[in-house]
C-alpha cells in the first residue's frame, strides 16, 4: 500500500503483553488510543471471530486486551498487530487465490458493517488504473 501512497496508521508487531504494552508506548503514548488485531496464519474476518479489540488507552487496557485475545484464541495466535487509532472512512482491502480466476483483490466497506453493507468489488490482480476506478464506487 506505501508503494502506492496509500497512506496506513502507524503499527507494531508483539508477541507477548509486554510487547503489546511498548508497542503502545512508541506509536503516541498510552494516553493515545490503539486498536490490538490477533494474527494467526489462515485467512479469518477479525471481526467476526472477536479478534480485534479497539480504542484502547492505557498500559492497563492493552494488557488486558492481549489476555484477553489469548484467553479467546489460545496457541493459534502467534501475536497481535498493534496500531494506532485513525480517523476517518473504515474499509476493507485484502487478496484471495480463486481457484478458477487466480489472484484477486477485494476492496470495499470496512469495519463493523462490513459484512452488513457487502459494499465490496473484486478485480484480478495486478490491478491496472481502469481496475483501481472500478473499485472505487464501492465505497463512495
Do not use: C
Not at 486486551?65 to 487509532?85: E, K, N, P
Not at 470495499?108 to 484480478?124: F, K, V, W, Y
Amino acid at each position: 500500500m506505501g508503494h502506492y501512497s496509500v497512506p496506513l496508521a502507524e503499527w507494531a508487531w508483539a508477541e507477548s503483553q509486554d510487547g503489546a504494552v511498548r508497542a503502545a508506548e512508541r506509536l503516541g503514548g498510552l494516553s493515545g488510543r490503539v486498536a490490538l488485531k490477533a494474527y494467526w496464519p489462515g485467512p479469518l474476518h477479525k471481526n467476526t471471530r472477536g479478534a480485534v479489540v479497539l480504542d484502547l488507552t492505557g498500559f492497563r487496557q492493552v494488557r488486558s486486551a492481549y489476555g484477553d485475545l489469548i484467553g479467546r484464541f489460545g496457541d493459534r495466535m502467534t501475536g497481535v498487530l498493534v496500531q494506532s487509532m485513525a480517523p476517518g472512512i473504515e474499509l476493507f482491502s485484502g487478496m484471495v487465490q480463486d481457484e478458477v480466476f487466480g489472484p484477486m483483490v477485494l476492496f470495499g466497506s470496512g469495519g463493523t458493517a462490513t459484512e452488513i453493507l457487502a459494499d465490496h468489488a473484486a478485480r484480478l490482480a495486478p490491478l491496472t488504473d481502469i481496475d483501481v476506478h472500478d473499485l472505487r464506487p464501492a465505497v463512495t
